[in-house]
Every structure is written in structure tokens, then in C-alpha cells.
């Protein structure tokens, strides 16, 4: 069992910076593939970026690369989402999840799902 809490959303300007974490408990969660998804009003959850257990394998979707980075620390359990960049259309809850050893940009293979943090960018 792996519980995922998110932290680091808030309101910013287009153009601004936020950095978001994925922390989390339970066991051997150095061997979760993890993936961030956001999900707007109105919308589907859509994949954002994606990193293996071993943080060798990474993957983002088209539209935050080069903005984007994600990161892990497994000595600290924690998954970071570094936003740069951001855009109004960058607007969504973000959510943390996790499955075993790699990464998907479906969101049905994933296990464990975090509860969410909001991030608002205004124009």
C-alpha cells in the first residue's frame, strides 16, 4: 500500500514558476514508476510527465516540454514537479500517482492515486 500527498500548487502569473511534490508513504516506493496527470474543469485527465523507479526512464507530454521537469528522491520518498513557464492553459488540479517499476501515460494503469492540488494560472 502506497498513500501519495501532494503539495506545492497555488496561484501564480503566466510566466511564473511553482514546484510541486509527490510525498509518500508505505512500502518500497522506490520501486513506483510515477506519473503526474492534471485534469481541468470540464476535461479529461491528461498525462503530464512520467518517471520510472530508477528515474531512468522520463516522459512528458508534448505540450510542457522544455517548461516541465520531473524528479525524484527516493531517499525522501518524494517526486518533484518542477513548472516553469507557465501558461494559463496550464490551469488544473494535479494529481500524483504511482504503479509498479514503470511509467504509462494511461491513467487506468495506475494503482495509487494522491488526492490533488490545485494550480491557477491567471493571464
Known amino acids: 500500500q502506497v498513500q501519495l500527498v501532494e503539495s506545492g500548487g497555488g496561484l501564480v502569473q503566466a510566466g511564473g514558476s511553482l514546484r510541486l511534490s509527490c510525498a509518500a508513504s508505505?512500502?518500497?516506493?522506490?520501486?513506483?514508476?510515477v506519473g503526474w496527470f492534471r485534469q481541468a474543469p470540464g476535461k479529461e485527465r491528461e498525462f503530464v510527465a512520467g518517471?520510472?523507479?530508477?528515474?531512468?526512464?522520463?516522459q512528458y507530454t508534448d505540450s510542457v516540454k522544455g517548461r516541465f521537469t520531473i524528479s525524484r528522491d527516493n531517499a525522501k520518498n518524494t517526486v518533484f514537479l518542477q513548472m516553469n513557464s507557465l501558461k494559463p492553459e496550464d490551469t488544473a488540479v494535479y494529481y500524483c500517482?504511482?504503479?509498479?517499476?514503470?511509467?504509462?501515460?494511461?491513467?487506468?494503469?495506475?494503482?495509487?492515486w494522491g488526492q490533488g492540488t490545485q494550480v491557477t494560472v491567471s493571464s
Open positions: 500517482a504511482a504503479r509498479a517499476l514503470s511509467i504509462s501515460d494511461n491513467p487506468r494503469l495506475y494503482t495509487y
Open positions: 508505505g512500502r518500497a516506493f522506490s520501486s513506483y514508476g
Open positions: 518517471i520510472s523507479w530508477s528515474g531512468g526512464a522520463i
